[in-house]
């Protein structure tokens, strides 16, 4: 009998802050940074119950990811799941690993499967471009994964470092739709020239011998100076793609008003379209975000301050 009347499990959104190289050209396929975020994140409950139910937003990914999950492990599915809050999907912030990691996590907990973090996202084909959602999950803060070998099964982790607590992200989102995903996602990746090798040289070697540096220091604009140019580099190429190094036009324009009042790490998430960019603390950010309200008041964005996580997933047995 179980001793425990619940599982409950919060993942955080993540920022995916780029690719190193595109095409292999170093032997090593995608290559990621990225970082954990305190909001939003995907929370569940998971319960025992003498059948199958399911409640909360957005469930029908939850109810698919379940019934994968539990037929991969050979556990039942007699459970009562509530998903009380979740990442808004299709906008950047790793909602579909997030929500996946979330659910094997609470059955690992649940039937005492004894499985990593890797375990689970390998069962579903979590990590095959980028790790950052994985390694998110099992540390926060700021990460960068390994990409891509012959013999991969989730990208590994090579560095980890604790994000300065006062730093904030200002995340601008436009509410008029979705970046690419799915089919339309792995059709734009085939469709891209190769990633040059003197660009893939280049981005690793401004990661490890500026960026890591600095974030391991606290340097927020040399830190800020990286990223905002390793997002112009990717972004250019993601251009025929995406129609520009921003996929919401909107949000390009957001994104030169924070550069030009003095935010630095100024990019986007993954396929977009949310847009960021990093002050160095709350009542910067607060002000920046008074500032651009009223001046894109006429678009549809929408603006919201966030700090970094610098822990994982969260999972609690009661």
């Not at 993942?11 to 995916?16: E, I």
């Not at 998903?83 to 907990?109: D, E, K, R, Y």
């Not at 190429?237 to 030169?256: C, E, N, R, W, Y």
Request: glycine share 10%.
């Amino acid at each position: 009998m179980l001793s425990f009347s619940s599982v409950s499990v919060s993942a955080p959104a993540r920022l995916h802050m780029g690719f190193l190289d595109l095409s292999g050209s170093l032997q090593r396929h995608f290559g990621s940074i990225g970082v954990a975020l305190n909001e939003p994140v995907t929370h569940l409950v998971m319960k025992h119950a003498p059948q199958r139910k399911i409640s909360g937003i957005e469930n029908n990914r939850l109810d698919q990811y379940l019934t994968l999950f539990c037929n991969a492990l050979g556990v039942p599915d007699t459970l009562h799941i509530e998903l009380t809050h979740v990442i808004p999907s299709h906008i950047g912030l790793g909602s579909g690993t997030q929500m996946a990691i979330a659910i094997g996590a609470g059955l690992n907990a649940f039937y005492d499967l004894n499985l990593s973090v890797r375990d689970i996202a390998a069962l579903m084909d979590r990590g095959l471009r980028s790790g950052i959602g994985i390694g998110v999950f099992e540390q926060g803060g700021f990460v960068v994964d390994g990409g891509r070998g012959i013999n991969t099964v989730t990208p590994p982790m090579l560095a980890h470092f604790n994000i300065p607590e006062n730093w904030r992200f200002i995340l601008v989102f436009d509410k008029r739709g979705q970046g690419l995903h799915g089919a339309a996602e792995i059709d734009a990746f085939k469709s891209l020239p190769p990633f040059p090798r003197a660009q893939a040289e280049r981005l690793s070697y401004l990661l490890l011998m500026q960026a890591l540096p600095a974030i391991a220091e606290s340097d927020l604009n040399r830190f800020g100076d990286v990223i905002t140019e390793l997002q112009r580099t990717v972004g250019e190429h993601f251009l025929p793609a995406q129609g520009g190094i921003f996929t919401s036009q909107d949000v390009a324009k957001s994104m030169q008003f924070f550069s030009d009042a003095g935010a630095v790490a100024i990019g986007q998430t993954s396929w977009g379209p949310t847009g960021f960019c990093l002050v160095g603390n709350e009542d910067i950010a607060q002000q920046l975000v008074q500032q651009a309200q009223p001046l894109f008041a006429s678009t549809p964005l929408e603006f919201r301050i966030v700090s970094a996580r610098n822990s994982g997933g969260e999972i609690i047995i009661t």
